[in-house]
């Protein structure tokens, strides 16, 4: 077997960002773009005598899916927590910029180009944000990313994929809420405020971070997923996400609008109302929504397994 | 320089001291009102004149308190602020959306925020995505030709910076002789996390402004466009940056403004070098092999 359907089975959770950013595309169709061979690392670290990266930690390149290309972004969490500096960030909002560049290119050359042959930008995440070494930076980096989302709107559409136990956090929190549509494992955690965070600035009576089930019920795919903040719940493995992504790339970009959860007066009267809701109930605990939501075994969600969770869970309805 | 008395908390004022007198119209904007006083209230959101021009503000309460989410106040922009300023965004997008470039209307926002809600019914609910919304609303509005204009007169932290500031076209910045802070983090905390002494940290920093805290590092990674030494000076200089901005977006100079612009003003001004260069690296590297992922014809 070749090394690309060995990765296919593999957990997603424990795969390295390459290894995501290779299986999730077509056997053989990688391109890395600022790779590790050309040693493009942060001269803020080495100015602070810590350890670089060849690659900032992060891995961007172009791919494909049948006939659609898909510029990837692979944020590898065991370099610095995949912490977004100067270099990852620039290496980020310029995958973007080249998915609509090559998408106008196309559409100018092609009159004729299918739903199905304009390009996506799938971006696994992995990451708490920005990197406190490099923090100025990082965070104007941040900035460019939703530029560039919002740029790539009724063009590109931006799929997220969470299935790291980083997961996404911080201002990586915002990016991954402003794509089109995210696709999560149960393993894989999303919001803006870490636990440890909201522990230290509010009280372990708020949040205890050493809880992880607490933490799982809290920004856990299953969570999200019940939120409607994650379109799509998947197995822990590098093929299942690579399935739902398959599904959805050659879909035309008005579908992904239909996906989002925000980004238009009308999702945020929508989000309003949940807000209303959170207003009203003053939850305990996620449990308390889950059960709001129509849920009878609210309490067990988290132990039945897989299958079970997904053919059986209610998701909240506003 | 000399010291001046902080406005932070005092956003209420700063508006005061910018708009054309008695011209803000607070909780209206375009066709759309915000009349319940309890929704919401650390965000100020609202119409003035500004030159005589019809300008939509965005501005923060550091004295209000959301009974609702007792994690918001002193300014913090919990989930109802962040969306009711996404509102007052597209609120200004539909008031304009047939009028021409020139005619659109400015926004202001007025920064004095520390933070994003950081409580648990927040991210149960996803204090990510109100945030978010109101970045990709105002990044919206000033792809369809709002010139938008931050003014920094307090605290611009991290997320809540990012939030509310950093999708402008231009951000201005009261000096720090206003006590102005302009931080992901002190540099006190971050040499905790890191675990880097702080003397070094401070040596680093006078040569490198990737990490330290304040409106001229931010200045120099071009974070900042203008920093001003007055309160005085802020009314002045926001007329002035509209004009500016209307006058590049009518030149379709778009990519010398917002996010992208403050790219090329940090590698400009020597405090953010490399990114320019990894990026010309990757359009080589994908200019390369662009025609292997071209569809076939």
Known sequence: MSNWQNLQPRSFLEASARDRALGLVDEGSFTELAGPFDRVTSPHLELLGDAVAFDDGIVTGIGRIGKTPVFVISQEGKFIGGSVGEIGGAKMVNTIKLAIEFHDDLVAKHPDLTDEEKPVVVISFETGGVRLHEANAGLLAHAEVMDQLQKARGKVPVIAVIGSKVGGFGGMGFVAAATDAIIMSEFGRLGLTGPEVIE????????????????YRTTGGRH?????????????????FRKQVVELA?????????????GSPETVEKQLRLVALAAEMQPQDAVD?????????????????????????????? | MEMQESMMGRGREAIDMIVDPESFQENTVGAQSFDDPEFGPGAVVGTATLDGKTTTIIA?????????????YAGIIGMEEGYKMAQAVYASIAADAEKPLEEKRALVL???????????VEEIFG???????????????????HAIIAMVIGRAISGAFLCHGLQAD?????????????????????????????????EISKDNAVFAAGPRFFYSLGGVGLIVDHVDGMRPAIIDRVAEVQKAKAEGKQDTLGPWGRGALGAERGGRVERPKVMALMNEEFAAVAGQYAPAR
């Open chain 1, 250 to 262: 050659p879909l035309p970009v008005s579908d992904f609008e239909a996906m989002r959860r925000i």
């Open chain 2, 170 to 202: 231009s951000i201005v910045s009261l000096d720090a002789n206003y006590g102005t802070m302009i931080h992901v983090m002190p540099l006190t905390s971050v040499s905790r996390i890191i675990k880097k002494p702080l003397e070094v940290l401070e």
């Open chain 2, 127 to 145: 204090m990510n995505k109100a945030t978010a919304a109101y970045q990709l609303a105002l990044a919206e509005a000033r792809l369809k030709g």
């Open chain 1, 224 to 240: 999200k997923y019940i939120m409607g903040d994650a379109n799509f719940l998947v197995q822990d493995s590098i093929e299942a």
């Open chain 2, 60 to 72: 923060s309460d550091g004295n209000a308190f959301n009974e609702k989410f007792p994690v918001v």
């Open chain 1, 289 to 318: 929504v889950w059960a709001k939501a129509g849920n009878e075994n609210a309490a067990g969600l988290l132990d039945v397994p897989f299958a079970e969770f997904m053919s059986t869970v209610k998701r909240l309805a506003v």
């Open chain 2, 110 to 120: 007025i920064v004095d925020t520390p933070g994003n809600g950081p409580g648990k």
């Open chain 1, 200 to 215: 230290q600035e509010m009280g372990k009576e708020e949040f205890d971070a050493s809880d992880r089930a607490l933490v």
